[in-house]
T-cell receptor, first 115, second 114 residues
Framework: AQTVTQSQPEMSVQEAETVTLSCTYD???????LFWYKQPPSRQMILVIR??????QNATENRFSVNFQKAAKSFSLKISDSQLGDAAMYFCAYYVKTSYDKVIFGPGTSLSVIP | DTGVSQNPRHKITKRGQNVTFRCDPISEHNRLYWYRQTLGQGPEFLTY????????KSRLLSDRFSAERPKGSFSTLEIQRTEQGDSAMYLCASSLQGRNTEAFFGQGTRLTVV
């Protein structure tokens, strides 16, 4: 079974500081994508960053970067210079390209940003 | 507005009633997904369409649930004989088939069964 685990239900960070959210996944596939999605309160889910499994280089999007450890099946998200607008639920997600592909989500990490 | 649109945003219904939700995906997207999200949890996959074909259904989708996507455009999700356990946020997402797929989500329909 394909699963995504986020072991930190809640995290907090001081404004302007750096925080890392953890994610592990389980798959037997070799060709897949990993995502971090952000869901602010009462707002729709948006994609933060994406990593393709065949790429060794860690993805970066402005203040957001990932640490992708394929052998360990680990995919953590680092948020630098945290801002108040970063407060949200963050979901790690996994997508494998098979005949019938779908995105599988982890349970989420609630991030609070302290002014 | 070119994003994924879901209607209604909120629905309160009495137990035993039927409800129907609608999702309008991004126009050129041929894939459409339905997810259910309960409070404090990640979205759980329900079903998936490629064009008008329903390709996969989760075990979460009981016989009381049915989804359609006529003509491969908008989709509807119907729940018959609603139960209190059906209370959740129902999310729709769409994507374009291809290697670099990103799913775009709607704002969801929040269902409360009383």
């Amino acid at each position: 079974a394909q699963t995504v685990t986020q072991s930190q239900p809640e995290m907090s960070v001081q404004e302007a500081e750096t925080v890392t959210l953890s994610c592990t996944y389980d798959t037997s596939e070799s060709d897949y994508y990993l995502f971090w999605y952000k869901q602010p309160p009462s707002r729709q889910m948006i994609l933060v960053i994406r990593q393709e499994a065949y790429k060794q280089q860690n993805a970066t999007e402005n203040r957001f970067s990932v640490n992708f450890q394929k052998a360990a099946k680990s995919f953590s998200l680092k948020i630098s210079d945290s801002q108040l607008g970063d407060a949200a639920m963050y979901f790690c997600a996994y997508y494998v390209k098979t005949s019938y592909d779908k995105v599988i989500f982890g349970p989420g990490t609630s991030l609070s940003v302290i002014p | 507005d070119t994003g994924v649109s879901q209607n209604p945003r909120h629905k309160i219904t009495k137990r035993g009633q039927n409800v129907t939700f609608r999702c309008d995906p991004i126009s050129e997207h041929n894939r459409l997904y339905w997810y259910r999200q309960t409070l404090g949890q990640g979205p759980e996959f329900l079903t998936y369409f490629q064009n008008e074909a329903q390709l996969e259904k989760s075990r979460l989708l009981s016989d009381r649930f049915s989804a359609e996507r006529p003509k491969g455009s908008f989709s509807t999700l119907e729940i018959q004989r609603t139960e209190q356990g059906d209370s959740a946020m129902y999310l729709c997402a769409s994507s374009l088939q291809g290697r670099n797929t990103e799913a775009f989500f709607g704002q969801g329909t929040r269902l409360t069964v009383v």
